[in-house]
């Protein structure tokens, strides 16, 4: 496989952290083990203190995954991701966001919402409100679903075909960005005491959209927030997928198991950037990647055993179904995977077969790599090892930065503050102190 053909050309790593308002996100069955806190997901105090210190550390944002319905793929039934806890209590991720931003100075918040199930003019409020409330530090992860049950319980009867949900989401952001955008002017708000005036009538217009899926005339019904937009992440690497990137997104997440993979991904999204006309040095990239640090190398191995120690495997396969459409339970574990078209989503198995066909992964070989962190790399070690493997894993990608998903939490995001963060700032690929301003800029520097 070739390498990125669009090289990095910065040495700052960007760093996210990767989250969702449950008990177990990405690392199936990992809440058993006596490091986790993530049932605490209940508690205000837990996101506000996780909130401070990755603001502390010096991550560019939280971001706070999501979806609307439970993993029923796995043996037919949504009893493997009911037992295993697989994104399963779910609360709204939104939710916690502007106590979070409450706390913290520089940290950027990106909140997953599809845009398949609410209506944009309600879903661009939510947004304004959070930008206002977090004074420019939101981000929308767009995602379009891939959960059948999601489509059944929000009234949908069955999920709106793969690439038509690309389609219908095209069409919800140009209603978003008109509404950000076009309907309230600058300086449309006076606050005339004397003329009685709060508003200029003149200065908020009707936006007059009519589209296939959506008719919104508009005016919108919030003043300009301070980034107007949040900012646009997307993280769906299929074909239709890359192209509605190409079209929308500031910030991007990728996920895979190998740098060949993920490069390839990166090097296609920055095509598809450039196809449309932008600079695909302008998209920030996040490549997923789940450290496990400790004091030694020793210590981190021991610690990455006992992880996968209390992984679930019935767990890891409720999950991959749920994103693929593909129910593994049941085949034989040394049985090699293959690519099959679904309407669930199509990146997420075509890392494991299309985009690499020079490695064959197993049943078994699969759902043992989803154990810590799900579909990237464990990179395992002391601060400094971790940081070579975070440094070979941006610049072999040509990624900008890495998106960090936790084996335990808070505990994986503390060890990268403790003893990752000051190796990369003494390697000049993070700053010396979190920058302020808005999560737009932010992303921006190189
Ligand atoms: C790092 C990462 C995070 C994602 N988070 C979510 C999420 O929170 N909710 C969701 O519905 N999809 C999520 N997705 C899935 C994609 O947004 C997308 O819907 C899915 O991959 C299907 O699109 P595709 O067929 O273009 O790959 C995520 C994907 C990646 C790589």
Redesign the pocket.
């Known amino acids: 496989m070739s390498l990125p053909v669009h090289p990095r050309r910065s040495a700052r790593i960007h760093l996210n952290a990767?989250a969702?308002m449950c008990a177990g996100h990405q690392s199936p069955g990992l809440w058993r083990h006596p490091e986790d806190q993530g049932f605490r997901y209940t508690d205000l105090d837990h996101w506000t203190s996780l909130a401070r210190l990755l603001d502390d550390a010096g991550f560019d944002a939280l971001f706070l995954?999501?979806?609307l319905g439970v993993y029923d793929v796995a043996g037919g039934s949504r009893d493997a991701a009911v037992r295993a806890g697989i994104q399963v209590p779910l609360g709204d991720p939104m939710m916690p966001v502007s106590a979070m931003a409450a706390v913290t100075s520089s940290l950027g918040f990106g909140v997953?919402v599809?845009t398949s199930y609410e209506h944009p003019y309600a879903l661009a409020r939510r947004f304004s409100t959070l930008d206002h409330l977090t004074k420019g530090r939101v981000g929308w992860?767009v995602?379009?679903?891939?959960l059948e049950s999601a489509a059944a319980n929000l009234g949908l009867g069955a999920q709106v075909p793969?690439d038509e949900r690309?389609a219908q989401a095209d069409e919800y952001l140009d209603v978003c960005a008109r509404l950000w955008w076009d309907s309230w002017e600058d300086d449309a708000v006076v606050r005339d005491v004397a003329g009685g005036v709060y508003t200029d009538p003149s200065k908020v217009h009707e936006i007059s959209y009519h589209g296939r899926y959506f008719d919104v005339p508009g005016p919108f019904l919030c003043e300009p927030s301070p980034q107007r937009s949040p900012v646009i992440f997307?993280?769906?690497?299929?074909p239709?997928?890359l192209a509605f990137a190409g079209q929308h997104a500031e910030a991007v997440?990728?996920?895979g198991p190998s740098t060949e993979v993920v490069g390839g991904q990166v090097s296609r999204l920055r095509d598809a950037v450039s196809d449309a006309g932008r600079d695909p040095a302008s998209v920030t990239v996040f490549a997923?990647l789940a450290p496990v640090v400790a004091a030694s190398s020793a210590e981190a191995r021991e610690r990455y055993e006992s992880y996968v120690s209390a992984y679930s495997r019935e767990g890891a396969l409720a999950l991959f179904a749920g994103?693929t459409g593909l129910d593994l339970t049941g085949i034989d574990p040394a049985e090699p995977l293959r690519y099959v078209e679904s309407d669930?989503?199509?990146?997420?198995l075509a890392s494991f077969t299309t985009d690499d066909p020079s490695r064959e992964w197993t049943v078994d070989e699969v759902a043992r790599h989803l154990a810590v962190g799900g579909?990237g790399p464990v990179a395992v070690g002391s601060g400094a090892e971790v940081a070579d493997q975070m440094e070979a894993w941006v610049d072999e990608t040509g990624a900008d930065g890495l998106?960090l998903a936790y084996a335990v939490t808070p505990g994986s995001f503390a060890q990268v503050a403790s003893f990752v963060v000051p190796e990369l700032r003494r390697r000049g690929r993070m700053p010396e102190k979190p920058e302020p301003g808005m999560l737009r800029e932010r992303l921006a520097a190189r």
Not at 143 to 146: A, H, P, Q, W
Not at 344 to 348: E, F, K, T, V, Y
């Open positions: 990767f969702m995954a999501d979806v997953t599809s992860n995602v379009t679903g891939y793969h690309y997307q993280a769906g690497a299929s239709r997928g997440f990728v996920s997923q994103w669930a989503g199509r990146s997420a579909r998106n």
